[in-house]
């Protein structure tokens, strides 16, 4: 995955004339979003992804636009509308057209907010915004993603775990990213890359993009939802990032002992693994990254760091059983790799929610 950042740009009001009409025979995005809520969403999605950057940019400024005039859209439309975008961000996501995903998503965040505040969908703009964020996440734009769960997160107040805890995320990753940590299958002693200035962009969002601010986003959301195993095990991770070791090991053995998912079990092994390998202690390293191993046998990420931290103990024999195991079980379901794209595993839950709040 390439992770891009860029500035996040609203997409700009038009002249007061209409824009160009559909061409005969095809649908305008009203018309879409009716056959998306009542007819076939599959129909309505595979239209969409034939449609240009450009033009799914003038069909959302002109319905935005119609909306904000009382009465002229009906809010089930234009939540319609935003609904069948954010699907259609979705596929190009999981197509892995990332370039593309940024433009329906801003579609739907000007149609989200079009209609008077006393009439809009509280519940459908709160998830609409997590799951737009958590897909500019996953596609690599960490500026966009940052620009809408911040505006999502001072609309309600501050106070929901989960934005709170996505937020957190798209700042850790800038932040580990500027100070290099290193996979944890890799050995300590890499060199750091060259400055990371992809928060740099027109807008000027993430300026000063800390573990520090990370670390405060999870504690609040732990505060307002102690059972988040997100957030937790993110806290943790933040805490070993900042030299913390011992503060680590408390959320990591606490996720590994209470988590749900099997993904959050691993990565609280995983990285029970790194912190105790930070502290010298490898043979308990080489436990946890087992016990990881247990838990998601396809992933590669622990065999590598188990095979690593054996060879230091000069188990050579079990290096090398370990490294064939690796190789032979690579595989792309490792969650490590979902751990850096925020939480694609949510994705499509995410997208069942929202389509629920729909009035």
Known sequence: MS???GAWLLVGSMSAHSPVAPAAGESSLAELAETYRHVDRREAVAEIAHWSSERVQKESEQLSRLARSAGSVPATTRLGAAALLTESALDLLNAGTF?????PLLGAALLVTAGPPTTRAAGFEQRFFLLAGLILHAAGDLATAHSLLLRDLEAIGGDDPEILTALGAVIESVAALRQYEPSPDSGPGRGRPG????????????????LGAAESRYRRALALAPGLAEARLRLGRIRLLRGRPDEAMLEFERVAAEGRLPHHRYLALLFAGRALEVEGDLRSAADRYRAATAVVPQAQTSLLALERVLDSLEDTTGAQ????????????????????CGQPNRL????????????
Do not use: F, K, M, N
Not at 99 to 103: I, K, W, Y
Not at 195 to 202: D, L, T, V
Not at 348 to 359: A, F, I, Q, V
């Open 195 to 210: 400055g990371y200035a992809s928060e740099e962009g027109e807008s000027g969002y993430l300026p000063s993009p800390s």
């Open 321 to 340: 059983e370990t490294l064939d195991l690796a190789l032979s079980s690579a595989s792309p379901q490792d969650p490590w790799w979902d751990y850096l």
């Open 3 to 5: 992770w891009t950042c």
């Open 99 to 103: 370039g593309r995903v940024r433009s």
């Open 348 to 359: 499509d839950g995410l997208l069942e929610e929202l389509l629920r709040t729909l009035p």
